[in-house]
Structure formats: C-alpha cells, structure tokens
C-alpha cells in the first residue's frame, strides 16, 4: 500500500533552521501537505504542494520532488513555539483502498533555547 | 468564528455499548473526514465524504460507521465498541478550491472503551 516515511524526532536550537524530510511510496497522488500538532492540539493545516518545487510561508517552506518521491519542511528562524509534531500527508483520488489522505506517522520537532 | 466542533471531548464507555460522536463545520465545506490517532500510528483515515449522501471508506473503517445526511453533520458511529477502539478521534472538514487541501480539524474526542 501507500505509505510515507519521516524522522521520528529532530532537535534544534532556538534561531536555527531545521529540515523534516518526507519521502513515500505512493504514486497518483494529488499534492503533499504538511500539518502541525502541538501536544494535546489539533492538527493545523501549514502548507500544500501540488507541483514541484517550492513553496514559502513566512518562517516555513515546504518542497516537492515527485521525481525524488521525496518532499521536505523547512522552518527557520526556529522559536520555541514551533516544538510540536510535524506530519507530512498525500491526497489522492477518491475511491482508493486507503482512503484519500495519508498521513506519515509524524515527527516531533524539539526545539531548545 | 469559522470551526469544527466535535462531541464529546472525552468518553469513557464499555464494550459494546452504542456510542455516537458527532461532528459539525459552519463553513459549508462539501468535504468531511474522520481520523483516529494513535501513538506511534499518526492518523488514520477511517471514512470521508465527498458531499450528502456520499460517503467511502478509508484506511481503517471496520467497526465504525457513518452518515451524511446534511452538509454541515459527519457522526461517526460504533455499534459495538471494542477496547481496541480506543483512541484519540479527529474530524475534519474543507472546501475544494483548486489545488488547496487545506483540512480543518475538530479539537478531537478522547475515547475509552473498557
């Protein structure tokens, strides 16, 4: 089946940038989106790539490589806020036998002052 | 305020007790989702739907259930609750606006099932 792989846990120090990578085994997808959850939360819609390359919002960037079946998160300018899990997910055709959105099983950013 | 709203926050049930959670969005989104989270897991889809009266299976649908039988409701159901079961719950909504999935998310429902 379908399924997507990330780090587990990163740490990173307050004011560095840090890098989630998520790469998959998946192919007909629609885009990759990435969420964040802090602990006790909801998750939080950060950003979505529907084409190669990437996308920036503000202190966040997310990539795509469908070539590389691999995508990445980049934060930077790292606060302490930021410490929260990080999932990465793949929307795809309605219909499918997993469903039409998959997520990786999530990596928790730790960052330290 | 535009949100999801899930109910109950917590449950605390035995098995095969029928159990109801409900779950309704104010931003009439067509799509609606549901999700349960367990650690180690991340989250799973259990079933989405398109529109009324639309509805499909997701990753892990056995023992749940679901109706949609207006735009702004997504109850997900278990008929007979197992200990298995237990888990944090997520529904989810969006609008399908070009390549955007953006999914708001319910504040989840913690269920226990002894």
């Known amino acids: 089946g379908q399924s997507l792989e990330q780090p587990s846990e990163v740490t990173a120090v307050e004011g560095a940038i840090v890098q989630i990578n998520c790469t998959y085994q998946?192919?007909?997808?629609?885009?990759l989106s990435w969420y964040q959850q802090h602990d006790g939360g909801a998750p939080t819609f950060l950003s979505y790539?529907?084409?190669?390359g990437l996308e920036e919002t503000g202190r966040f960037s997310s990539f795509l490589s469908r070539s590389d079946s691999y995508g990445y998160l980049l934060l930077q300018e790292l606060q302490m806020k930021d410490s929260a899990s990080y999932f990465c997910?793949?929307?795809?055709?309605?219909?499918?036998?997993?469903?039409?959105?998959?997520f990786g099983k999530g990596t928790k950013l730790s960052v330290k002052p | 305020e535009a949100q999801v709203t899930q109910n109950p926050r917590y449950l605390i049930t035995v098995t095969g007790k029928k159990l109801t959670v409900t779950c309704s969005q104010n931003?009439?989104?067509?799509?609606m989702s549901w999700y349960r989270q367990d650690p180690g897991l991340g989250l799973r889809q259990i079933y989405y739907?398109?529109?009324?009266?639309?509805?499909d299976k997701g990753d892990v649908p056995e023992g749940y259930k679901v109706s949609r039988k207006e735009k702004r409701n997504f109850p997900l159901i278990l008929e007979s609750p197992s200990p298995n079961q237990t888990s944090l719950y997520f529904c989810?909504?969006?609008?399908?606006?070009?390549?955007?999935?953006?999914?708001?998310f319910g504040p989840g429902t913690r269920l226990t099932v002894t």
């Open positions: 790539n529907a084409l190669d």
């Open positions: 931003m009439n989104h067509e799509y």
């Open positions: 739907s398109m529109n009324v009266e639309v509805t």
């Open positions: 998946t192919s007909g997808f629609y885009g």
């Open positions: 997910a793949v929307s795809l055709p309605y219909g499918g036998s997993q469903g039409n959105l998959i």
């Open positions: 989810a909504s969006s609008a399908h606006h070009g390549t955007s999935y953006e999914q708001y």
